[in-house]
């Protein structure tokens, strides 16, 4: 899962252009559908702003 910092976050849709899950969605605020997410990670890497960062506990959560 994603953790999204809507401090930061200027809304530019780069992320989700890259989300193979199509996890993220811009309406109001950006959001993450955490039963979509597949913590690949790649969002974080392309946001031009730092506002993503993976949330560790929760992928560990989710992991078996």
């Not at 809304?11 to 890259?18: H, L, P, R, T």
């Given at each position: 899962?994603?953790?999204?910092d809507?401090?930061?976050?200027?809304?530019?849709?780069?992320?989700?252009?890259v989300?193979?899950?199509?996890?993220?969605?811009?309406?109001?605020r950006?959001?993450?559908d955490?039963?979509?997410?597949?913590?690949?990670?790649?969002?974080?890497?392309?946001?031009?702003?730092?506002?993503?960062s993976?949330?560790?506990?929760?992928?560990?959560?989710?992991?078996?």
């Amino acid at each position: 899962m994603v953790c999204v910092d809507l401090q930061i976050c200027d809304a530019c849709g780069a992320c989700i252009a890259v989300c193979p899950a199509n996890a993220l969605c811009l309406a109001d605020r950006l959001t993450a559908d955490a039963k979509r997410c597949t913590d690949c990670g790649i969002c974080v890497r392309v946001c031009p702003f730092g506002a993503l960062s993976p949330d560790i506990d929760k992928a560990a959560e989710r992991r078996p």
